[in-house]
C-alpha cells in the first residue's frame, strides 16, 4: 500500500483491503480485499458463514477490524459506530431485523432522525408526508401506525428496505434482503434497486439465490471461509461458475422428487375463520404427504399454522387431529397431539440466543435424551452432533453460544431441532430462509425422509421452486383465503402466481 | 512496513487471546477477586485463616446462601423475588410459634410449607394473573410480614428448645449442621439445575419465552415451580437462623432478600433471565461473606462496609454488562 495517498477520482467508491477478523475460535475473515465502483451493483456471495455479514458489520461500523484498511471514496475510513457510516452516505439493511418491536412501522422509520414542528413537537404530518413519498417509491405500501411486533417477518423485512432507502445514502448494503420476501415484493425490491443505480446509488447485496444475484448484479464477489476466492462478471458467468466458487467443488442444485406413498388422514381442518386473518379455510393433511402452502405476504399462511399449532384462537370452524376435535388456543393439546410448528421467526421464537448450538438443538425434544428427568450428557452430545453434521452447521463446537452463529447457521440449527423432535405433523414456516445453496438440497432431502417415514408435512415457503419441488399437493392462499388447489401435477408457477394474485 | 507489520501481527494474536478468554473471564474474575480478598486478609489479620474463623465464614454465609441458591432459580427464570426475606421471617416465627404446641417435627412441616405455598402464590400472581415479578413478589413481601406481625403480637419470640436450637448452632463432627444443610441444598440445587431436564427449562424459559414455548415447554408452569422453590429455601433458612438465634424478631429476614440477589447477581446471574449457575452464586455468596468477616476482624465500621457491599454490587453488574457488550 503507497503511503500518504491523494484523493483520485478513478478510485473505486470503496476499497476493501487486506481486512482480517477473528472471533473465538473462528477466523470470520481472512485478509479480503475486493472493490465496489460507483454505480454498480456489487452481488456478494458465499456458503453460510463464510464471512458476509461480518464484512458488511465491518464496513458499517458494528464490528471493528482487527487488520486492513477500507476505503471509501479514496479516503480511508474506520468507523467505530453505525451512525458514523451512515452520516458518511452507507446504509445497511442487516441480516437480523433491527426494529423497534413496540413503536409502530412509522416511527421505526424515522427513529432519531425524527422531524421537530414548533416547541420541538413531534412533526406527525411532515414525516407521514415522507412516508408515503418513501412507500411510493418503493412500491411497499404499509398502515404507518401498524405496531411492529404485530408484523410478519416479511413485513418487517419490507420495512427494513423502507427504512435503508430513507437515509438517501449513496452506498446500500443489503443483506439477504430477499431471503423472506415473495415473487411479487421481490420484484418490486429489483425495480427499485434498479431506480436506485439510475440514479447513480450503489448497491452491495447479499443473497443465496443465485439466479438473483446474476440477474441483478453488475459483478459478484464470492468468499468462501472468510477468504476472498473472486470477483465474476454477471453477464459472463453461470450458476455453476458461482456455486463451484462458493464450495470449491461441483455441486447439483435440484431435488429429485420420487412418489411417496400416502397413509390415512392426519389432519382436518373445515371451514376455519377468524376475523382479518382468514376465512373458510378447509383442507386435509394425510400421512406421508407434503402439503405445501403458496401465497404473497400477508395472506394468512402463518396465521393459519398458528391457529393449528393453538397460539390463535379462531371465531368459526373446526380442526381434528385423528378424528379428535382440538380446543383452540390450546398449544399444550396441539403438542400432545403431535403438532409441531417451526416458526419462521428464528430469533423470537424459534431459538433461545443465550443457550449452545448442542441445548437449542435438543430442546424441543429434551425428553428422548432425559429419561427419568436427567439429562445424559453422551446422548444429548451424539443428538446434537448428528444434527451438526447432517446440516453442515458451521462452528467452533457444539458448545457455542448460538447467538453467535452466522444466520444460516441459526436457521440450520432451528431446522435440525424440530428435524430432532418426534411429531406427526410438522409444520415448516419457511424452514430454509438464509440457508445456502448445498445445505438446502439436504434439507429437502430431510424433508423428503421425514414424509417416506409417515410424517405429516405442511410446508410454507416464499420459494416457489420450493414448494413446486417439494410437495405432493399444493394450496394457494390469497387475502386470508383459499384460491386455488393443485396437485402436484397440475401445478406451476403462472397458476400459483395467478391464483395468489387475483382479487378476491 | 515490516515492523508495523509485525506490531499489528503482535496486537492480533493479543486480542485473539483476549477473545478467547473473555467468556470465562466473568467467571473467572469472582475466583481471583475472592483470592485476592483472602490473600489479603490473610496477610492483614492472623486470626483470619484459622480454621474456626473459616467455619465461622462457612456458618455466617449459611443462612443467606441457602437463600441465594434459591434466588438463582427465580432470576435465571426471568423472575424476581422480593418477598422471601419476610417468607424466612414468618418461617421462624411459625417453627417457634408452634413448636411447643404440636411439637418440632410438624411445625418445621407448617414452616417449610408455608415457604412452597407463599412462592407458589408469586407464581400465580406472575404466571396466571401477569402481575410484574417485582409488584407481586413486593406485595406478598408486605403480607407476610403483617401476617407475622400479627402472630407475634409484634413482640420477639423466644424459644428454648433444646433440639430446636441444634439446627442453628449444632454441629456433625466438626462441620456446623448449618453448613452441612447448605452443601445439600447447594448440591441438590446444581445438580437440578445444571442436570435435569428440569433445570435446562428454567434456562430456556429465562432465555426466551416465546421460543420455549414453541419448542413445547410449558413456560408458566416452570416460571411457578421456580418461585416455590425459592420460597421453600426462604423458610429453611428462616428456620436455620431463628434456630440458631432462638428466637424470631418481628423484623426477622427483612433485609436478606437483597443479599441474596446481591450474591447471585455479584457471581454473573443475569437479572434479566437466562443465565447464571448455582456455584457461580455460591462464589457471590462467598465474597459478601468473606466481606463481613473480614471487616468484622479489621474492626471496619459497619456503615463503611454497607457502602463497600454496595459498590461491588454495581460493580459486578456493569462489568458483566460491558463483557456482554463487547462480543
Ligand atoms: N459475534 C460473533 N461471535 C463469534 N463468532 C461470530 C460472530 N459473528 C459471526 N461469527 C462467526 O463468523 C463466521 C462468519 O459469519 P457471518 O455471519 O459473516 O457469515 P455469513 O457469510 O453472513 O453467513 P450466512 O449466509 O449464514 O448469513 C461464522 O463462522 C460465524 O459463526
Ligand atoms: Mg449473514
Redesign the pocket.
Known amino acids: 500500500m503507497v503511503e500518504g495517498f491523494t484523493v483520485n477520482m478513478d478510485r473505486p467508491l470503496l476499497e476493501i483491503v487486506q481486512v482480517s477478523k477473528y472471533?473465538?475460535g473462528?477466523k470470520?475473515l481472512d485478509k479480503v480485499g475486493f472493490s465496489v465502483q460507483k454505480g454498480e451493483i456489487h452481488g456478494l456471495a458465499?456458503?453460510?458463514?463464510?464471512?458476509?455479514?461480518?464484512?458488511i458489520k465491518i464496513l458499517a461500523g458494528v464490528y471493528p477490524k482487527d487488520s486492513g484498511q477500507i476505503f471509501f471514496h479514496g479516503t480511508p475510513v474506520d468507523f467505530r459506530k453505525p451512525f458514523q457510516a451512515l452520516s458518511q452516505g452507507i446504509s445497511v439493511i442487516y441480516?437480523e431485523l433491527n426494529l423497534v418491536p413496540q413503536l409502530d412501522v412509522i416511527s421505526n422509520i424515522f427513529l432519531g432522525r425524527e422531524y421537530y414542528g414548533f416547541l420541538r413537537r413531534l412533526d406527525n404530518l411532515k414525516m407521514l408526508q415522507e412516508y408515503e413519498t418513501i412507500c411510493d417509491s418503493v412500491g411497499f405500501h404499509f398502515p404507518p401506525h401498524r405496531l411492529v411486533r404485530d408484523l410478519s417477518i416479511a413485513e418487517q423485512q419490507m420495512v427494513e428496505i423502507l427504512k435503508a432507502i430513507s437515509f438517501n445514502a449513496e452506498l446500500i448494503i443489503m443483506?439477504?434482503p430477499t431471503s423472506s420476501l415473495t415473487e411479487r415484493e421481490t420484484g418490486q425490491l429489483y425495480k427499485v434497486i434498479k431506480k436506485l443505480k439510475a440514479q447513480g446509488k450503489t448497491i452491495i447485496f447479499i443473497s443465496?439465490f443465485i439466479d438473483e444475484l446474476i440477474e441483478l448484479s453488475d459483478r459478484i464477489t464470492v468468499?468462501r471461509d472468510?477468504r476472498y476466492v473472486g470477483t465474476v462478471d454477471s453477464r459472463k458467468t453461470s450458476k455453476q461458475e458461482i456455486i463451484g466458487m462458493m464450495v470449491g467443488r461441483e455441486i447439483n442444485d435440484i431435488f429429485e422428487y420420487s412418489e411417496r406413498p400416502r397413509g390415512e388422514v392426519f389432519l382436518s381442518v373445515k371451514n376455519l375463520s377468524k376475523q382479518g386473518l382468514f376465512r373458510d379455510i378447509s383442507f386435509e393433511v394425510r400421512k406421508g404427504e407434503v402439503l405445501g402452502l403458496a401465497g404473497l405476504v400477508g395472506a394468512g399462511r402463518t396465521e393459519v399454522a398458528k391457529a393449528i399449532f393453538g397460539l390463535h384462537h379462531y371465531d368459526a370452524g373446526e380442526i381434528t387431529v385423528g378424528g379428535k376435535r382440538l380446543v383452540p388456543g390450546k398449544a399444550g393439546q396441539a403438542i400432545k397431539a403431535g403438532i409441531g410448528l417451526l416458526p419462521e421467526d428464528r430469533k423470537r421464537y424459534g431459538l433461545v440466543m443465550g443457550l449452545s448450538l448442542a441445548k437449542n438443538l435438543t430442546l424441543a425434544n429434551l425428553r428422548a435424551v432425559s429419561p427419568l428427568g436427567v439429562i445424559q450428557a453422551k446422548k444429548e452430545r451424539d443428538a446434537a452432533l448428528q444434527m451438526m453434521k447432517a446440516l453442515s452447521i458451521?462452528?467452533p463446537g457444539l458448545h457455542q453460544i448460538v447467538r453467535?452463529?452466522?444466520?444460516?447457521?441459526q436457521q440450520k440449527v432451528v431446522f435440525g431441532k424440530w428435524l430432532l423432535k418426534d411429531c406427526e405433523l410438522l409444520i415448516l414456516d419457511e424452514p430454509t430462509r438464509?440457508i445456502?445453496v448445498g445445505a438446502k438440497l439436504e434439507v429437502y432431502r430431510l424433508i423428503d425422509e421425514l414424509a417416506r417415514s409417515g410424517k405429516a408435512i405442511i410446508l410454507i415457503s416464499c420459494e416457489l421452486p420450493e414448494i413446486l419441488g417439494l410437495s405432493d399437493r399444493i394450496l394457494v392462499m390469497n387475502q386470508g383465503r383459499i384460491t386455488a388447489q393443485f396437485s402436484r401435477a397440475e401445478a406451476s408457477q403462472e397458476k400459483i402466481m395467478a391464483a395468489a394474485l387475483s382479487v378476491v | 512496513m515490516t515492523s508495523g507489520g509485525q506490531v499489528a501481527r503482535k496486537s492480533l494474536s493479543l486480542q485473539k487471546a483476549w477473545f478467547l478468554t473473555k467468556g470465562r473471564l466473568r467467571s473467572l474474575g469472582i475466583v481471583i477477586g475472592l483470592i485476592i480478598m483472602i490473600l489479603f486478609l490473610a496477610l492483614k489479620s492472623e486470626a483470619f485463616l484459622k480454621p474456626a474463623n473459616l467455619l465461622n465464614i462457612l456458618r455466617q454465609s449459611s443462612v443467606v446462601g441457602i437463600m441465594a441458591v434459591g434466588m438463582t432459580f427465580v432470576l435465571i427464570v426471568g423472575g424476581f423475588d422480593l418477598s422471601v426475606g419476610s417468607a424466612m421471617g414468618l418461617a421462624g416465627g411459625l417453627a417457634v410459634g408452634l413448636l411447643p404446641k404440636i411439637g418440632l417435627g410438624p411445625s418445621l412441616l407448617v414452616a417449610l410449607l408455608m415457604g412452597i405455598v407463599a412462592g407458589m402464590v408469586n407464581g400465580l400472581l406472575v404466571v396466571k394473573l401477569n402481575v410484574n415479578a417485582f409488584v407481586a413478589t413486593l406485595g406478598i413481601m408486605n403480607i407476610l410480614r403483617g401476617i407475622l406481625l400479627m402472630y407475634s403480637g409484634g413482640k420477639t419470640m423466644f424459644s428454648p428448645d433444646r433440639s430446636f436450637a441444634l439446627i442453628g448452632s449444632g454441629y456433625l463432627g466438626p462441620i456446623p449442621i448449618p453448613v452441612v444443610i447448605f452443601t445439600v441444598v447447594t448440591l441438590c440445587s446444581a445438580f437440578i439445575l445444571h442436570r435435569t431436564r428440569f433445570g435446562r427449562y428454567i434456562y430456556a424459559v429465562g432465555g426466551n419465552e416465546e421460543a420455549s414455548i414453541f419448542s413445547g415447554i410449558d413456560a408458566g408452569f416452570y416460571k411457578a415451580a421456580s418461585f416455590a422453590i425459592v420460597g421453600l429455601l426462604a423458610a429453611l433458612s428462616g428456620v436455620v437462623l431463628a434456630s440458631r438465634l432462638q428466637s424470631v424478631a418481628p423484623m426477622a429476614g427483612s433485609g436478606y432478600e437483597l443479599d441474596a440477589i446481591a450474591a447471585a447477581v455479584i457471581g454473573g446471574t443475569s437479572i434479566s433471565g437466562g443465565q447464571g449457575s448455582i456455584w457461580q452464586t455460591v462464589a457471590g455468596v462467598f465474597v459478601l461473606g468473606v466481606i463481613n468477616n473480614g471487616f468484622n476482624i479489621l474492626n471496619v465500621n459497619e456503615y463503611i462496609q454497607l457502602v463497600f457491599k454496595g459498590a461491588i454490587v454495581v460493580a459486578a453488574v456493569a462489568l458483566d454488562t460491558y463483557s456482554k457488550r463487547k462480543?
Open positions: 472471533f473465538p473462528v470470520a458465499g456458503e453460510n458463514g463464510a464471512g458476509k455479514s461480518t464484512l441480516q443483506d439477504e443465496h468468499l472468510g458451521k462452528t453467535y452463529l452466522s444466520g444460516g447457521n438464509g445456502d | 462480543t
